[in-house]
């Protein structure tokens, strides 16, 4: 069984920092991680769930709405995905989706094979 289980979340001060974790298990992942691009989305309430950054073996990509203060990762020896969010303003709250596609990016949820269950992210002012 393919799980995606997120984790890191939690309450945090405007200008203070969170390190999101995302743990990729199962049959499907064991030796072929690599081939997998993994993503970050987010949605906040009321809003559109939208793409926050994807990582695969060869190139990274980040929205331009957290370029600078957010940047994703890839542990090589484990099969776990970073998401480090610093400069957290109140507009990053939201729940933080991980996803998986097989392939080379994935910037839109639909189009994952697989997805996480999020974790919250509530930043004060």
């Known amino acids: 069984q393919v799980s995606l289980v997120e984790s890191g979340g939690g309450l945090v001060q405007a200008g203070g920092s969170l390190r999101l974790s995302c743990a990729a298990s199962?049959?499907?992942?064991?030796?072929?991680?690599?081939?997998?691009?993994m993503a970050w989305f987010r949605q906040a309430p009321g809003k559109e769930r939208e793409f926050v950054a994807t990582?695969?073996?060869?190139?990274?990509f980040v929205a331009d709405s957290v370029k600078g203060r957010f940047a994703i990762s890839r542990s090589s020896a484990e099969t776990t995905v970073f998401l480090q969010m610093n400069s957290l303003k109140p507009e990053d709250t939201a729940v933080y989706y991980c996803?998986?596609?097989?392939?080379?990016?994935?910037?839109?949820?639909?189009?994952?094979?697989?997805r996480g269950q999020g974790t919250q992210v509530t930043v004060s002012s």
């Open positions: 990582i695969s073996w060869s190139a990274t």
């Open positions: 996803a998986a596609k097989r392939g080379y990016i994935l910037m839109n949820m639909r189009e994952a094979d697989y």
């Open positions: 199962g049959h499907t992942f064991k030796g072929t991680f690599k081939d997998y691009a």
